[in-house]
C-alpha cells in the first residue's frame, strides 16, 4: 500500500482524462454521422438551422476543439484551457446526437420518447450559455490559466449567473423547447411563475453579454501590456476574440432577445460559428509558429516520426515480399536471407529519411521567431536553467586567467 | 417574526397577480362570450354535420354561434378573401404546402398566444407541430387525423385471410372475386380537387415501391416525375385501373364519396376500395352499409425493407382574425372533450393523445395502426406547392383518361416541378384530401 501511493501519483491522469475525453469527442461524433447517414443527411427540425451545412461546421468544430483541448490539456494539464476547450468540443458533439434522435423521433407518429425529450430539454437549454460561459473562460484566462485580476475574474462569474438566469427562462418556457420548436416542454413553468422568465432572462442575457464583452476587453488589455514574444503569441488569439465576441453577441441577442425569422438566425449562427472555428486555429497558430507552451517541439517530432514509422514499415513489407520473389525467381525457393537483407537495407534507410522528414516539417512549421520561446513554458525555464548551469561550469572549469 | 411576515408580504402579493394573471391567460372558453365566429372549410354531407356536432356543445357554452361555410375549393376561396380583404375568423386549411404559403403572405395569425401552445405541444405527436410551425411561429393545428391507405372491403362478400403482400392481395382478390365483380371501386370526382384519390393510390405505391426517403425526394422536388420509381407508382395505378368497376368514365365520373357503394350492392361491383380512415361515414350515409359491413386492412407492403409505413393526413385549421370568439373557438377544438366528440362520430382519429377511447373496434385498430407504424408520411399532394399539386391533380386524371399517354403526362408534370420549386409559385386551386 506504502508502495501504491507513489506509483498512483507517478500516472498521467491529466494525460489519461484528457485522451478519454478527445475519444469521448470522437466517438460521438462518429455515432452523430452514422444517425444522420441513416437519415440521409436531412436537415433536422431546429429552429434557425434549415440546411445541412451548419451541421457539417458544427462536427468540424467539435473535432477541432477537441484536438487542440487534447493537446493542450494533455502537455499543460495544469492550465484550465485545455479543459476548456474539450469540454466545448465534447458539448458540441453531445448535442448534436440529441439533434439527431430528436429528428429520429418525428419519423413515426407518436410522441418521441421521453429519454430523447429529456436530452432534447438539455441540449436546447443547456448548451448554448454554457458554451458562451465557457468561451468567456477561455478569453479570461488565455493563455497563462489565470485572469489578469480578480477584479478580471468578476466577468467570469458575472457570465455563469447569467447563463444560469438565461437557462432558468429558457429551460422553464411554456412554448416548447427553443431549438425544437414542435417538441413541448417537460419541464414548462407553471402559469405562476410565467411571468418572471421574460425578466429572468433580460436580466440574464444582460449579466451574459456583459461578462463576454468584459471577458473580451480584458484579452485586449492582455495584449496591450505584453512584451514582444507574449504579444506575437496573443496576436492571433486576440484578434478571434474580437471576431467571436463582434459575431457572437449579436447571435446570443437574436437567438434570446429578438423575434427573427429563421433565414435570418440561420445567417448570424453561421457568422457566429465561423468566427468560433477561427478560436481553435488560432490557438493551433500560436502554438505553432510562435512556440506557445513549447508544445511545437512534441507536434514537431509527431509529425516526423508518425510518417517515418508509416514509410518504414511500408518499405519494409513491400522489400521483404520483393526480396522474397526475387529468391524464388533465382533460386526457385524462399529464403530467410531476404528478411535480413532487407532489415539492413531498410536499417540504412533510416537516417536519410529521419532527415529528410525533419527538413520538410521544419519548413512547414518553423517557428516565426527562434530566439522568442514561450514565456509560459516548462521547457523555457528548463532551458534558461541550464543554460545558467553550464554558464557556471565553464566559469568553474575554465582555466584561470593569465594576466 | 412580524417583520419576516411583513418582508414576504410585496413577495405573496406579486405572486397572487402573476397567478391571477396566468390564471386568466390559460381559461378555457368556459364563460359566455356571444357574438359570432366565421368558419370556412372543406367539409359538407356528413363531414359538416359532425362539425356542427362538435362545436354545439361550444355554442351552448359561450354564446358564440359558429357560421360555416364548405367549400371543395378552400383554397381558391381563401386567395379571393384575402384579395378582398374579407376573410373568415377561422378556416381550414387545404394543406401545410398551402398553410406555409397563407403565412407567408401574412395573412395567418400566430396561434403561440390564441391557444395553450404548451398543451398543445404536449398532446401532440412532434410531426403534426412540426407541419404547422413556419419559422418558428406556430400557425396552424390539427384538429383531427386521417390515416390513408386503406384497403375497405366487405366482410360478407371478402372471407378470406387479410393478405401479406400486394402480389398475395392480388392474388386473393382474384381467387374472391366472383362473376363480375371486379377487384378494386375507384371515385375521382371531386369537384375542383378531383382526382385527389388517385394522388393517393400513387402516394402509397411510391412509398411502398421505394421507401420513404425516395418518398421524401418526390416531395422536395428532388426527384424527376420522369423517374423510375414515380413512373413505376403510376403504373402500378394504371393497373389498377385497369381492374376497376366501371370504365375510366365512371371512375372520373363517381364522387368520391360514392366511391365505395358498389362494395355493397348485390352483386357486389367490387371487392376492395382504397381511402382513408373517414370513409366510414360516407359507407353509412351513402351505400347504407351497417356496422359490420365493412372492415379494412392496411395497404400491404410491396418491399419487405419498407413494411409497416404509412401515410396519413390532417385538417389542418389557422386563424385568420383574431378575435375573443375566434381564440375560443381554437381553444376549444383543441380540448379532449372535442376531439372525443369527433371520434365518437367514427371516421376520425384524434390528434390528442389524451383521447384514447374509440367508439368502435374499426376506429381502435386504426389508430393502433397509426401510432405502431414506423414511418408515417404526410400526404404527398399537400405537402407540395400549390402549383404542383394543381398539375399533379390535372396529370392523374390525364392519365386515368389515356393510360398510352403515360410518357408524356409525366414529362409535362416535371416541366411543372422546375417550375414549381423554383418558387414560380401560383394560386390556383387545389385538393385537400
Not at chain 1, 464583452?213 to 484579452?219: D, E, G, K
Not at chain 2, 362539425?51 to 381563401?78: C, H, K, M, N, W
Not at chain 2, 371501386?185 to 400513387?202: F, M, Q, R
Request: net charge negative; hydrophobic share 50%.
Amino acid at each position: 500500500m506504502i508502495h501504491a501511493l507513489p506509483r498512483l501519483a507517478s500516472v498521467p491522469w491529466g494525460r489519461l482524462l484528457a485522451g478519454t475525453l478527445l475519444l469521448a469527442t470522437v466517438g460521438t461524433l462518429a455515432l452523430d454521422i452514422a444517425l444522420w447517414s441513416g437519415q440521409r443527411f436531412r436537415p433536422p427540425p431546429v429552429s434557425f438551422i434549415q440546411g445541412q451545412a451548419i451541421y457539417v461546421v458544427e462536427m468540424l468544430m467539435a473535432l477541432a476543439y477537441g484536438a487542440m483541448g487534447w493537446l493542450l490539456a494533455s502537455r499543460v494539464s495544469r492550465n484550465a484551457l485545455g479543459w476548456l476547450f474539450l469540454a466545448i468540443g465534447l458539448a458540441m458533439a453531445v448535442q448534436l446526437t440529441s439533434t439527431f434522435l430528436v429528428q429520429a423521433g418525428h419519423e413515426a407518429f407518436r410522441p418521441v420518447e421521453q429519454s430523447v425529450l429529456l436530452f432534447a430539454w438539455a441540449g436546447s437549454t443547456l448548451h448554448l450559455p454554457l458554451t458562451v460561459v465557457l468561451l468567456v473562460f477561455v478569453f479570461l484566462l488565455f493563455p497563462d490559466g489565470k485572469p489578469l485580476s480578480r477584479r478580471w475574474a468578476r466577468a467570469g462569474w458575472a457570465a455563469v449567473g447569467g447563463a444560469a438566469l438565461v437557462m432558468f427562462s429558457v429551460g422553464l418556457a411554456p412554448e416548447g423547447l427553443q431549438w425544437f420548436p414542435s417538441l413541448a416542454n417537460p419541464f414548462a413553468a407553471p402559469p405562476v411563475v410565467r411571468p418572471l422568465l421574460p425578466a429572468a432572462s433580460l436580466l440574464g442575457l444582460t449579466l451574459l453579454v456583459a461578462g463576454a464583452l468584459v471577458a473580451s476587453a480584458s484579452m485586449a488589455v492582455r495584449y496591450q501590456r505584453a512584451e514582444a514574444v507574449e504579444r506575437a503569441q496573443l496576436r492571433w488569439i486576440a484578434i478571434a476574440v474580437l471576431f467571436l465576441t463582434a459575431a457572437g453577441v449579436p447571435f446570443i441577442l437574436a437567438r434570446y432577445a429578438l423575434s427573427m425569422d429563421y433565414a435570418s438566425g440561420e445567417m448570424m449562427l453561421a457568422i457566429a460559428l465561423a468566427a468560433g472555428s477561427f478560436l481553435p486555429v488560432a490557438a493551433a497558430v500560436a502554438v505553432l509558429r510562435h512556440r506557445l507552451y513549447d508544445i511545437d517541439l512534441i507536434l514537431n517530432r509527431a509529425f516526423v516520426y508518425i510518417p517515418l514509422t508509416a514509410i518504414l514499415g511500408g518499405l519494409y513489407t513491400g522489400g521483404v515480399a520483393l526480396a522474397q520473389r526475387l529468391f524464388v525467381a533465382v533460386t526457385g525457393d524462399r529464403s530467410d536471407a531476404a528478411i535480413v537483407i532487407t532489415t539492413l537495407v531498410i536499417a540504412s534507410a533510416f537516417t536519410p529519411v529521419r532527415n529528410w522528414l525533419q527538413s520538410f516539417v521544419d519548413r512547414r512549421f518553423k517557428p516565426v521567431n527562434q530566439e522568442g520561446h514561450a514565456r509560459h513554458s516548462p521547457l523555457h525555464e528548463l532551458n534558461e536553467r541550464v543554460a545558467a548551469l553550464e554558464q557556471r561550469l565553464d566559469t568553474s572549469l575554465s582555466p584561470p586567467k593569465r594576466d | 417574526m412580524a417583520s419576516v411576515a411583513r418582508n414576504l408580504q410585496l413577495p405573496l402579493l406579486i405572486l397572487s397577480v402573476f397567478a391571477l394573471l396566468g390564471a386568466t391567460c390559460t381559461a378555457m372558453p368556459s364563460q359566455r362570450i356571444g357574438g359570432t365566429v366565421s368558419v370556412i372549410g372543406s367539409w359538407s354531407g356528413p363531414e359538416e354535420e359532425a362539425f356542427r356536432s362538435v362545436v354545439a356543445p361550444f355554442e351552448e357554452q359561450t354564446g358564440i354561434t359558429v357560421e360555416y361555410r364548405g367549400t371543395r375549393d378552400l383554397d381558391g376561396v381563401l386567395w379571393e378573401g384575402i384579395a378582398r380583404g374579407r376573410v373568415p375568423d377561422v378556416a381550414g386549411l387545404p394543406g401545410p404546402g398551402h398553410m406555409a404559403d397563407f403565412a407567408r403572405e401574412g395573412a395567418l395569425q400566430d396561434l403561440t398566444q390564441i391557444i395553450d401552445i404548451a398543451q398543445y405541444k404536449s398532446d401532440t405527436v412532434p410531426a403534426f407541430v412540426e407541419l404547422g410551425t413556419i419559422d418558428g411561429r406556430l400557425v396552424g393545428v390539427f384538429i383531427k387525423a386521417t390515416l390513408k391507405g386503406l384497403v375497405w372491403y366487405n366482410p360478407n362478400i371478402y372471407t378470406l385471410e387479410e393478405p401479406e403482400t400486394w402480389a398475395e392481395l392480388q392474388a386473393l382478390g382474384l381467387l374472391a372475386a366472383r362473376g363480375d365483380t371486379e377487384l378494386w371501386c375507384v371515385a375521382l370526382e371531386s369537384g375542383a380537387t378531383s382526382g385527389w384519390p388517385a394522388t393517393d393510390w400513387i402516394e402509397d405505391f411510391l412509398l411502398r415501391q421505394s421507401g420513404p426517403d425516395v418518398y421524401d425526394d418526390w416531395v422536395a422536388g428532388t426527384l424527376p416525375w420522369t423517374s423510375a420509381e414515380v413512373r413505376s407508382a403510376f403504373e402500378a395505378y394504371g393497373e389498377v385501373i385497369g381492374d376497376s368497376f366501371g370504365d375510366a368514365p365512371t371512375v372520373l365520373a363517381t364522387n368520391f364519396i360514392d366511391g365505395g357503394r358498389p362494395l355493397f350492392t348485390e352483386p357486389p361491383g367490387c371487392l376492395f376500395h382504397h381511402q382513408g380512415t373517414f370513409m366510414t361515414e360516407f359507407f353509412r350515409s351513402r351505400a347504407g352499409a351497417r356496422a359490420g359491413e365493412y372492415d379494412f386492412f392496411p395497404f400491404p407492403p410491396i418491399d419487405e425493407r419498407f413494411a409497416n409505413s404509412v401515410t396519413g393526413a390532417g385538417d389542418l385549421f389557422g386563424v385568420f382574425n383574431d378575435t375573443p370568439q375566434a381564440r375560443a373557438l381554437m381553444q376549444y377544438l383543441l380540448t379532449p372533450e372535442a376531439q372525443t366528440l369527433w371520434v365518437e362520430r367514427g371516421g376520425a382519429l384524434s390528434v390528442n393523445r389524451r383521447v384514447t377511447e374509440y367508439p368502435d373496434p374499426i376506429s381502435r385498430r386504426a389508430a393502433e395502426v397509426l401510432s405502431s407504424a414506423d414511418r408515417f408520411r404526410f400526404d404527398a399532394s399537400d405537402l407540395m406547392p400549390e402549383t404542383m399539386n394543381a398539375a399533379f391533380l390535372q396529370g392523374v386524371i390525364d392519365y386515368t383518361q389515356e393510360p398510352q399517354r403515360l410518357d408524356e403526362v409525366l414529362e409535362s408534370l416535371d416541366v411543372t416541378r422546375l417550375r414549381a420549386y423554383s418558387g414560380d409559385v401560383l394560386t390556383q386551386p387545389q385538393g385537400p384530401p
